[in-house]
Nanobody, 121 residues
Framework: QVEVAESGGGLVQVGESLRLSCSVS????????LGWFRQTPGKEREFVAA????????RYVDSVKGRFTVTADNAQNTGSLQMNSLKIEDTAVYYC??????????????WGQGTQVTVSS
């Protein structure tokens, strides 16, 4: 059974940084990509970033390119999302997910419970 857990959310001010962490247990041969999504009330969950577990092939949504960095540690089954120069519009619940490779990102098969990130002015 694959389990995903995020941590590290919180309240920060515009321009500050925050690092989200993700821990995955019970990975299978099909869980080759680690990704991050976010969601705000009334909106669909949005893809943010993804990377292969073995490194490389990072993908980002245009709105976070140059500000966010996604990493994965294949040996430790952990990952992170480093978020710099945060903007108010980055406020959302952030979800870690792992799953299959897809063009432009991943097909998320397993989700974490989400962690709130709030950016204030």
């Amino acid at each position: 059974q694959v389990e995903v857990a995020e941590s590290g959310g919180g309240l920060v001010q515009v321009g500050e940084s925050l690092r989200l962490s993700c821990s995955v247990s019970g990975r299978t041969f099909s869980t080759v990509i680690l990704g991050w999504f976010r969601q705000t009330p009334g909106k669909e969950r949005e893809f943010v970033a993804a990377t292969s577990w073995t490194g490389g092939d990072q993908r980002y949504v245009d709105s976070v390119k140059g500000r966010f960095t996604v990493t994965a540690d294949n040996a430790q089954n952990t990952g992170s999302l480093q978020m710099n120069s945060l903007k108010i519009e980055d406020t959302a619940v952030y979800y870690c997910a792992t799953g299959r490779r897809a063009q432009g990102g991943l097909i998320p098969d397993y989700w974490g419970q989400g962690t709130q990130v709030t950016v204030s002015s």
